[in-house]
């Protein structure tokens, strides 16, 4: 009777102590899973936080003096089938130049090895009267050697393809931020960017 009396709270005990638990789940689906909210990070970068070496010089240069301007950014070549885009390319130049628009061509010897030699591109800039700014021979496809403006130009939402050939064209607004992409074969002259033009423009 005595071990009866002893054993009695502690029945009452275990028992208290198996109520304060959550019963087991009932078989069926499992409920969704909301995962912890992460801050998002916006890439707040513009072209004016870039630098790059000018066309025959040898030290870089900040892009921020392209501050309040529309920039047509290009990879260009001086012996590529699509480097006769470089006449129209300084049409586009000259035409909205007194709106603030600037076409800035970056040199890459990416593609076929077709960046040409000093000579060359200087030729290449006489023959189609290409006056626009140019800058030296760069790396412009997605890898370790990739300049950092490509790398950033390349990674923004909607426009992350890698760069396919020489005369792929972005085209940045007065803020510095990416707008509008095109590959090689959209003409610089064609209704599709001087319509995008003109909007960033208007803005």
Partial sequence: MRRLLLALPLLAFALRACADR????????????TAAATPVTTDMKTLADFSAVPFKASEPKSLAGYKGDVVLVVN??????????MGPLAELDQK???????VVGFLSD?????????????????????????????????GPEQHPLFAWLTSQPGMTADVSWNFNKWLLGRDGHLVARWSSDVEP??????????????K
């Avoid at 909205?96 to 600037?102: E, G, L, N, T």
């Avoid at 209704?191 to 003109?198: C, G, L, R, S, T």
């Fill in 22 to 33: 959550e019963p087991p789940a009932k078989p069926g689906p499992a409920a969704p899973t």
């Fill in 76 to 85: 260009i070549a001086a012996n590529c089938g699509y480097t006769p885009q």
């Fill in 96 to 102: 909205y130049s007194a709106k603030h628009f600037r």
């Fill in 110 to 142: 990416d593609f076929g090895h077709q960046g040409g030699t000093t000579d060359e591109v200087t030729s290449c800039s006489l023959k189609y009267k290409a006056a626009f700014d140019e800058y030296a021979i760069i790396h412009v496809k997605k």
């Fill in 189 to 202: 002259g064609s209704a599709e960017i001087a319509k995008a033009v003109e909007a960033a423009l208007a």
